[in-house]
């Protein structure tokens, strides 16, 4: 029997590691965890014990040998629905100086009490001094105010920054809740969020609203002959989304002001707005000054539906993109029906409509290569996707 002398490669070193936490004591981390860059910590604590436990001042975690190391450079926090005790985040934040991307999802950030919610402000201006590039907060919630600061923060750090530094990309999400929460749309702090639009050195800005998961029941939507509107009318309940509303005054306002006016040191890439509705207007006076976008997803408040043959919505827009798109690349259009109209779906035939308009704005955008259009973010409703072809004509299909 041979045998193989030929020494093993050593295995590759671990670059990623997720941790479950039944309480807010880290492990000790071995030597071997000196090459992480990233790490996820998951809350699996007993929701009996999660209260009192966020309620008490957080051990050092030195004192358990539980600091992570410096080596990290992404940082996940999921599940932590009550937050976290006082000194746990600050302390994570001084541990990891390195760090340059932060992901929190499904949390309440700054916890249920004053000392959660200083500790949760020193987090963040900690990591931004340091130099945090990435955020994104997803599915999560704070108590008001926590956003403002983390604008000043985010502002502060871009204005001191150097060579490059600065928050680069800021995605908040949220998953709609408005079909079985009335007051979803309080729970969003949107009025701080226009600050936060407005920090300087951005690359890509994305407030984005998603539907919720499907159900298992299909809505009724048996296939008939499209009306020449191109839409088929159906019953039953949709996964869709309910932005917040299209507004001249509020926070809507607010958010539009900040982007269409220059904000030093931004030049925004990718741009997701669809956590609120706009008008037409809204959208033109974004793209005015946002003119090297080249990824951007809007929901845009029709003024009625069943009008496809007029593209109302898109036939609106495509002056502003032919004008002032200049590095457009990828469109999502996410069309908001008003309130009480009928639901309708998109239909095979709503191709035969809508390929001589794609054509017509292709031709205005001329760096534009993929065009989808939605229903509220409805998948039952269907999803129309245009791409551009080698010979550059469009070539479209509807997802049902």
Partial sequence: MAVNNHPQPPAPAAQAAQIPLQNFTLPAFPPEASTLRSLTLTSDINLTEY?????????????????????????????????????????????????????????????LNDASRRDAE???????????????????????????????AALAAGSDATGGGGLRFLEISYTDRCASDEAFHSRIPADELAALAGVPGLVALSLTLNPPPPSNADADGAEADAPVDGLV???????????????????????VDVLSKPQQ?????????TLFALTPTQVGEILRVNEELAVLSIAVQADSVGRLAEREVGGLISEELGKHAKCLEVLEEVDIPPSGSKIKRYSPSSLNLLNPIIEDQGAKCTTLQSYKITMAKARKLGIVNFGKQGDGKWMGEVLL
């Avoid at 990891?96 to 949390?107: A, C, D, H, Q, V």
């Avoid at 159906?234 to 607010?254: H, N, W």
């Avoid at 040191?265 to 707005?273: E, S």
């Fill in 51 to 111: 209260q009192s436990l966020v309620s008490s001042p957080n051990p050092p975690l030195s004192s358990t040998g539980g600091l992570p190391p410096q080596s990290i450079t992404e940082l996940i926090l999921e599940l932590f629905s009550l937050g976290f005790p006082s000194s746990f985040l600050s302390t994570l934040a001084s541990a990891l100086p390195n760090l340059k991307s932060l992901t929190i999802f499904s949390s309440l950030i700054d916890g």
């Fill in 122 to 152: 020193d987090f963040f201006r900690t990591l931004l001094r340091n130099g945090l590039r990435e955020l994104h907060l997803l599915d999560t919630f704070t108590r008001p105010g926590l956003y403002g600061v983390l604008a000043n």
């Fill in 233 to 255: 009318e159906i019953d039953g309940e949709v996964e869709k989304i309910k932005p917040l509303p299209a507004s001249s005054e509020g926070a809507t306002k607010a958010l």
């Fill in 265 to 273: 040191g931004q030049q925004l890439k990718m741009l997701d707005l």
